[in-house]
């Protein structure tokens, strides 16, 4: 049987690599030191972990995905994923990746959705963006472990509740729990505390919604879901910013690891979001054994 | 009111470097190609296969061609989607000029009288 040997929330901040590697150091921003030393860590919660395998979750920012046809919940099954569209290389200098896929285990991730009521689309041509790409930047940079690439929707509105994603991290996490390999499977997935793109209060000096993003980090690390379901709306979402929906995937990575206590919290209050790191390990943690 | 097609004109010109230069060389110009050779278009793959149906309002098709994101943020334009392009399109010129985050932070004092607000809704 596999061993989810660790499950990653987080933050993904498309400007990472440009804020900390590619401007020359003269140029960055003052917090980038701190940024790039935060990441380093929390990569070091993965590594641990020791993986063989990755079941990634994002959200597709209306690259391949258009409104045409935009899927709630999608799954792609393919030998290899190129990775990074023009408009991101454009904007956030991220450079173009191929990874490779596990298109046995993508295929029973799907089938074990249909069976337990998630009714997926699938992909045999599926480009990643970097919901995807930015914590592969940050937390496995050698982008050298086969993928089984999860998208859902938290973009173009209306969009599943919350307990739903919820419900199908659980689900993930029992497909994970019967697959029959004997990977060692980490779930990494990212998503956004409260956010502001494109309204009056983005790019302020802290995230729009302060708040919010303390409550949001404390739910997850205590493994609390009964106070975001009870918390967590779409209306509540939109006050805190306008495209803080991004927290459902970490609602969902949640629901991967249980309702319990995230092994590893961390955050970084940078210009104009909160980004948080978060690790729980269902097979125990393994950084405990190495100190023993 | 399409802001369906207003998304798609956004989505598929910020996609491609040879439509995203035109609409900032000549808005007006590039709108009316855009409308003839990928609007009606059906979806945004196909080349053959047509939608017949779909145009923008007289205030959707103003709005675009004046780069006017203020008026698109209260049609519902996607937040994203307006960021994304007209970052490409002035991001650079106003870094140079004024520091970086010069044009993000114009686009948010510019929407500022929607603070405390509920925003004009993205959803179709």
């Known amino acids: 049987m596999a061993t989810l040997s660790a499950v990653l929330a987080t933050t993904h ?63 792609g099954k393919q030998p290899r994923y190129d990775a990074t569209f023009y408009n991101e290389e454009r ?18 991730m799907f089938q074990g959705l249909l069976d337990r009521g998630f009714d997926f689309s699938i992909s045999h041509e599926l480009k990643i963006d970097h919901s995807i790409i930015c914590p592969i930047i940050t937390t496995r940079p050698e982008a050298d472990l086969p993928v089984v690439p999860i998208y859902t929707n938290i973009f173009a509105p209306p969009l599943p509740s919350p307990k739903r994603f919820w419900d199908l991290g659980r689900a993930i996490r029992s497909i994970i729990d019967e697959w029959p390999g004997t990977q060692r499977v980490a779930a990494i997935g990212s998503g956004h505390l409260s956010l502001e793109l494109g309204g009056p209060r983005q790019f302020g000096e802290t995230g ?34 306008n495209a803080t929906h991004g927290f459902l995937d970490l609602i969902l990575m949640m629901g991967i690891a249980g309702p ?24 125990g943690d393994p950084r405990a054994e190495v100190a023993a | 009111m399409s802001k369906y097609y207003v998304n798609k004109f956004l989505y598929q010109v910020d996609a491609d470097p040879d439509l995203l230069a035109a ?81 993000q932070r114009e686009y948010a004092a510019r929407l500022s009288h929607w603070l405390g607000k509920d925003y004009p809704t993205v959803a179709l």
């Open chain 1, 13 to 75: 901040h498309p400007f990472f690599l440009k804020a900390t590697e590619l401007t020359p150091p003269e140029d960055r921003i003052p917090q980038a030191a701190e940024w790039k030393s935060k990441v380093e860590a929390y990569r070091a919660t993965l590594t641990a972990a020791e993986p063989d395998l990755l079941v990634m979750v994002g959200s597709d920012h209306f690259h391949q995905f258009f409104a045409d046809n935009y899927p709630t919940f999608l799954i």
């Open chain 1, 91 to 108: 904007e956030f200098s991220i450079p173009k990746y191929v990874l490779e896929g596990h298109e046995e285990f993508s295929g029973y």
């Open chain 1, 208 to 241: 729009p919604d302060p708040v919010f993003d303390r409550k949001a980090i404390d739910w997850l690390a205590s493994g609390d879901i009964e106070a975001i379901l009870e918390n967590v709306t779409m209306e509540s979402m939109s006050a805190a910013g």
């Open chain 1, 260 to 283: 319990e206590k995230a092994a590893y919290v961390d955050e970084l209050d940078l210009f104009h979001t909160r980004e948080m790191y978060m690790t729980w390990y269902p097979a």
């Open chain 2, 23 to 103: 609409y900032k060389a000549d808005p007006e110009a590039l709108l009316a190609r855009w409308e003839e050779s990928y609007g009606t278009r059906l979806g945004t793959k196909h080349t053959i296969e047509r939608t017949t149906w779909l145009e923008f309002t007289t205030a959707e098709r103003r709005a675009l061609i004046e780069h006017d994101y203020v008026a698109l943020f209260e049609i519902g334009a996607h937040f994203f989607l307006c960021l994304t392009i007209y970052i490409a399109l002035y991001d650079d010129d106003y870094a140079e000029r004024s520091g970086p985050l010069a044009f």
